[in-house]
Nanobody, 128 residues
Framework: QAQLVESGGGSVQAGGSLRLSCVGS??????YGWFRQAPGKEREGVAA????????YYSDIVKGRFKISHDNAKNTVDLQLNSLEPEDTATYYC???????????????????????WGQGTQVTVSS
């Protein structure tokens, strides 16, 4: 499995912004995603992007506030977090999948089980 490396987490006040970055893998990846997990909660997918056409998916709770992007030349996947809320506090994980984006989400959100590679996570803390 490819190893992904995230960076860019930190602490910010409510209403602030952060930018997370992930160095990706070139081993057959079709989709990158960002997930997060807060203490005591299940991991949830927040955004994903298709490598080929850069089509995107966002969960309803972050839509309009977060933006995912992929740089083909650098093979990095960034997540811009704007208008942050205390509820956004979590460890954020970058993940890669060999499946097409259209097959990776349902009414329940992003299907984490189809992402084969994961980073170690980066902490985002938002204070009120």
């Amino acid at each position: 499995q490819a190893q992904l490396v995230e960076s860019g987490g930190g602490s910010v006040q409510a209403g602030g912004s952060l930018r997370l970055s992930c160095v990706g893998s070139r081993n057959g990846v079709l989709t990158y995603g960002w997930f997060r997990q807060a203490p005591g909660k299940e991991r949830e997918g927040v955004a994903a992007i298709a490598v080929r056409d850069h089509s995107t998916y966002y969960s309803d709770i972050v839509k309009g506030r977060f933006k995912i992007s992929h740089d083909n030349a650098k093979n990095t996947v960034d997540l811009q977090l704007n208008s942050l809320e205390p509820e956004d506090t979590a460890t954020y994980y970058c993940a890669a999948s060999s499946f097409l984006l259209r097959n990776l989400w349902s009414g329940a959100g992003l299907l984490s089980g189809y992402f084969e590679s994961w980073g170690q996570g980066t902490q985002v803390t938002v204070s009120s």
